[in-house]
């Protein structure tokens, strides 16, 4: 086991390395010169979003009875995607700006919103990158037997050494193999999976042999979360809209698209994205349901299910594969994640375009330092630690993403005083949750709460500090299209992606109700 991991290290730091010697400007190396192809954009999207959460943050839920819940979350979600490149990812990319701070501050042409849009994200990326890196932690200790210091900084200091090596072009060709493996290992182990008690639909059929079918239905077992289908079918609802709002401009997200060739290649990778992350989703937390009817696994910690599966269950090679894809799931959102904290601070913060590169580095080494000291004390489930970034982000960034693109009336006044309150009021209820250990009732929801007072303070602001004129001007800037997007070659490829969508949403609704609807009601 251990000679795998270290022998993917190892083909990991040389393909950066590799990617790395083509890089010879500041575009290269952060924003990969605005040059990347769909399949690099596409892979990175699911790569980055698909962390070891959701093998034992995600699948740990499933484990303990929230696989519907968590599901409708990843159903909703994944709409964020194509949502995000057609109402926002292409007029980000059409700005010209490197990150999503520098288009809110360009858009209302205020140095105020973007110091407060870089400190929301600093935050709320590196609260992401804590639960990746919390996550792969777990799993070196579980499989190496070293401590969890040295777990720590081995898996802190391979993140931090990729990043920097590869810069943003090295990230997006890590992350799409990185993707690649580990879909390909996920689909083969959930099979062996499922057969350890006999296959798929006989794995199923057990629950309602035990007279608990509730455990894969849409509202989860009658112990899950609040213990009650409405609330719990409500709370899915909204954390999905929340996830939705993270996948629709989350930072992360939304900096691929400023990497992207052309608008057509956003909105095509967003497209191929879809479908990967929504059946990748459904397997892992359908091996969260198998896991639970094999004998031995009843008194297992949710997180580690899928570890003791991979070391006890499975056959040797196909154990350690497993293993090997649940790192890189980690390592693909962290490199990515360290990728954005190094040029935030650099390119919005220091804004050093002599030392950009060398500032990026500096900061990523400060980061990962504080990431590992973290990960040795030990930090709270990586399940509500991801939550507590997704409500933050989406909390604070959904209302202005759309504002700045589709809103002629919103002040630079009602834009900054909006993402303010959104922040404070998401962080304050999730704080007060995350300390007293509390879950709140559905009607304090923070990303409700958070998102309405956004909203609400953008509006009455916008009312009494009327907008400039120059707000005005960039806005109509984002709806004139360069000719470059004209190619009808282009655009007759991407009307054939989007057709091709349509087929493929009812090749996966015909999936679901083979492999989840009918098993459960027959």
Known sequence: ???????????????????????????????????????????????????????????????????????????ILVLGYILGSLFFGRYLRRSKCKTITEFFASRFNSKAIKIVADIITIICVFVYLL???????????????????????????????ITIIGGASGVLVTDTVMFAFFTIITIIS???????????????????????????????????????????????????FSWLGVVFCGPWQASRYTMAKNEHTAIRSSIIAIPFVLVICFLTLMAGVFIKQIPGSSGLEPSSAIIWTALNKLPAVLGALLIVGILLAGMSSATT???????????????????????????????????????????????????????IIACSFLPQA?????????SKQGFLGGMITGFLVSFSIKLYSSITGKLMPI????????????????????????????????????????????????????????????????????????????????
């Open 1 to 75: 086991m251990i000679a795998a991991i270290i022998i993917t290290f190892c083909i990991f730091l040389a393909i950066s390395f590799i990617v790395s010697r083509k890089a010879k400007s500041t575009d290269d190396y952060f924003v990969a010169s605005r040059r990347a192809p769909t399949m690099l954009i596409a892979g990175s999207l699911v790569a980055s979003f698909l962390s070891t959460g959701a093998y034992t943050g995600d699948l740990g839920e499933a484990f303990s009875g929230g696989f519907g819940p968590i599901f409708i979350i990843d159903a």
């Open 131 to 161: 639960s990746c890196a919390q996550g792969v932690v777990t799993v070196l200790i579980a499989t190496t037997g070293l401590s969890r210091t040295w777990c720590s900084i081995i898996c802190v200091a391979f993140f931090a050494l």
């Open 190 to 240: 959930v099979i062996f999976i499922a057969n350890i008690n006999g296959g798929w639909f006989e794995s199923l059929s057990l629950f309602k042999e035990q007279n608990n079918p509730d455990f894969i239905s849409i509202f989860g077992s009658n112990d899950y979360l609040y213990g009650n289908k409405s609330l719990n079918l409500i709370w899915a609802i909204i954390s999905g």
């Open 337 to 391: 994640f360290f990728q954005l904290l190094g040029s935030t601070f650099s390119l919005d913060i220091i804004r050093s375009k002599k030392h950009a590169k060398l500032v990026s580095i500096l900061f990523i080494l400060l980061c990962a330092l504080l990431i590992c000291l973290l990960c040795i004390f030990n930090p709270p489930s990586i399940f509500w630690l991801m939550q507590f970034g997704s409500v």
């Open 402 to 410: 759309i504002s700045s693109v589709w809103s002629k009336n919103v």
């Open 443 to 522: 009607y304090a929801d923070p990303f409700l709460w958070g998102v309405l007072s956004n909203v609400l303070v953008m509006i009455i602001l916008s009312i009494v500090f009327k907008r400039d004129e120059q707000s005005v001007l960039n806005r109509e800037k984002l709806f004139i299209v360069p000719e470059e997007e004209k190619n009808p070659k282009d655009v007759k490829t991407t009307k054939k992606f989007i057709f091709a969508s349509i087929g493929i949403s009812a090749v996966l609704v015909v999936f679901l109700i083979c492999f989840w609807a009918v098993p459960i009601i027959i």
